[in-house]
């Protein structure tokens, strides 16, 4: 009978901070997608071209001349430059955020877009442009980022996902090691799964 040492062991699991910062890309890029769309809508809403937010946006890469540019390079700059921003916000709460539940997870984003609001207003509007501001007026930015903050309540579940996917790789050895006989050769489990076969999730990682 092989020893439990000699049988090959999986992929080692991944380390705890790679499935957190996964889960913080896949929840925080279509939250601001979401947001930069919802300002295209309310240009529309208000009968102003879809894409004057866009080009305001782009206020750093184009100056003053971004008030009589159409549609063109300014508004793929300026739209890039909110989704660049809206990401890495999103990117930040997930890396600080906690994995327990949906709605805590909800509740979290809320009030992390409630504070990227202020500081949008009193210091990220004003650098893209001294006249940007007028532009993100909270009919603007308030469902923008209500928006953003539903679609960044996923991350339990996406983290929670990313976790499961870390652990498939946890060496079997560890298992058979514990039970003290390796599996039977047809593949059937030749000990009963416990929680002594059961491999802790890593730091930070949901309740799944």
């Known amino acids: 009978m092989p020893e439990a040492a000699e049988l090959p062991s999986g992929p080692p699991p991944l380390p705890a901070w790679l499935p957190r910062l996964a889960a913080a890309v896949e929840t925080a890029v279509p939250a601001s997608l979401a947001a930069v769309l919802w300002f295209a809508i309310h240009s529309l809403m208000l009968r102003e071209p879809w894409w004057s937010k866009f080009n305001v946006a782009a206020g750093p890469f184009f100056g003053d001349r971004v008030f009589y540019l159409g549609l063109g390079r300014a508004t793929v700059a300026g739209a890039a430059l909110l989704v660049v921003l809206y990401s890495l916000s999103g990117m930040l709460y997930g890396l600080l955020a906690s994995g327990r539940s949906m709605a805590r997870a ?103």
Not at 160 to 181: L, M, N, T, Y
């Open 106 to 208: 909800f509740a979290l984003a809320a009030v992390w877009l409630a504070i990227w609001h202020f500081l949008a207003q009193h210091f990220v509007w004003p650098r893209l442009h001294p006249a940007a501001p007028p532009y993100f007026p909270m009919t603007a930015t308030v469902p923008a980022h209500l928006a953003a903050a539903i679609l960044l309540a996923r991350f339990p579940a996406v983290l929670c996902r990313f976790s499961a996917f870390g652990q498939d790789g946890a060496p079997a050895a560890e298992a058979v090691a514990a039970h003290g006989e390796p599996a039977t050769g047809d593949g059937s489990a030749a000990f009963e799964a416990g929680p002594e076969n059961q491999h802790p999730a890593p730091p930070g990682s949901a309740d799944c």
